[in-house]
């Protein structure tokens, strides 16, 4: 279903950090708002088409009962789910993704997922760039038609032959060493990237 819903869409993909040259084989973290998650595998499949064939990422995913059905759809697109979030499974979540990181997987993460504040990037996805080592590349997604779900962070669904654009932003690099007040800094950077890359 997504995969045809998908296929009607009519796409326009803005690189402005340059990621998509053929044969780029750097992996990186993909951070998107949380309520854009509907779209996240067919705008992957899109950032990395002209990139050498096998690559495959990795999704940051809640420990909840709601993170188990978006689990089950990314192994379903041979991704692999990593469920876990700050509050439940977070230290091994993190361990997971340093393996996943290993295994040359890029990684996927909501910033401000899974439960909110909308549009407020917390500092997992700092963290995450911190102990794997790979740049975050800020990614927006901004839909013509769509549904808006009821939601904390109003989830977005695409209409069938909705214009769909897809904005790359400037990676945002994380040393391996910072401190606290360093990485609130990153966080904040992080979060007005997205905002900017996202109309609403």
């Known amino acids: 279903m997504l995969t045809g819903l998908a296929g009607t869409l009519r796409w326009e993909i803005r690189d402005g950090a340059g990621f998509m040259p053929e044969g780029n084989r750097d992996r990186v973290i993909f951070a998107t708002w949380h309520n ?85 990037a917390q500092e997992g996805a700092i963290l995450a760039a911190q102990v794997t080592g790979l740049p975050i590349v800020p990614v927006g997604i901004n839909l013509g038609w769509r549904w808006a779900l009821g939601s904390w962070d109003a989830f977005q669904i695409p209409l069938p032959f909705s214009r769909c654009e897809v904005r790359v932003g400037e990676r945002l690099v994380v040393p391996r060493e910072l401190d606290a007040a360093r990485r609130e800094e990153l966080r904040i950077e992080l979060e007005h990237r997205l905002k900017a890359l996202n109309r609403d």
């Open 36 to 120: 854009r998650l509907a779209l996240s595998l067919p705008v992957y499949q899109r950032l990395t088409r002209l990139h050498p064939p096998g690559r495959r990422f990795a999704g940051l995913v809640s420990a909840s009962r709601d993170g188990g059905l978006l689990a089950r759809t990314l192994e379903l697109f041979g991704a692999e789910a990593v469920r876990g979030s700050s509050s439940r499974r977070g230290a091994q979540a993190l361990r997971e993704l340093i393996s996943a990181a290993r295994r040359d997987c890029d990684i996927a993460v909501t910033p401000d997922g899974p439960r909110g504040p909308k549009y407020r």
